[in-house]
């Protein structure tokens, strides 16, 4: 599938900008579900060359998606668990695993079913769909926040 993003014009300041649909992330050619899943991979103990076998992906790309998510695993476990927090209907915090990089996926995975526990319709929503939302596409960005 060939992706061709739609560019608009800011009506406030007037720039044109990039209006990127929920299953992509910023500066990323691929689709956040295939980069979700090497990054659900490596959270439980799979390399990055065995990710990119089964993602059918370059190893050295999936490498980079895992250092620059690697980076930032702490802000992400924050974020989405008070996203998870703050929309829960009787909110579960995920119990604490061996590594920050799988305690921020397992954030991820919990802000989504706390989402979908409270709007079951965002079930329909893929749990990397969400991640990419919420993040306004930034999820792998340099400068998210």
């Known amino acids: 599938m060939v992706l061709r993003p739609r560019r608009s014009r800011c009506g406030g300041c007037g720039v044109s900008h990039v ?6 992330l910023l500066r990323r050619a691929d689709a ?6 090497a990054l659900a991979l490596r959270a439980v103990g799979v390399g990055a060359r065995r990710a990119a076998a089964v993602v059918d992906r ?8 895992l250092r620059r998510f690697a980076r930032r695993a702490e802000q992400v476990r924050i974020t989405f668990t008070s ?9 579960v915090p ?11 996926v397992a954030a991820v995975i919990g802000a989504f079913e706390a989402m979908w526990s409270r709007w079951p319709n965002v079930g329909e929503l893929p749990v990397w769909a969400l991640a990419a939302a919420a993040t ?3 999820l792998l960005a340099p400068d998210w926040s």
């Open 19 to 24: 209006l990127l649909p929920v299953c992509a």
């Open 58 to 65: 370059p190893m050295e790309t999936v490498r980079g998606w």
């Open 32 to 37: 956040v579900s295939v980069i979700g899943a």
């Open 83 to 91: 996203l998870l927090v703050g929309v829960g209907v009787d909110p």
């Open 136 to 138: 306004g596409g930034r």
């Open 94 to 104: 995920p119990a604490a695993t061996s590594s920050v990089f799988a305690d921020a």
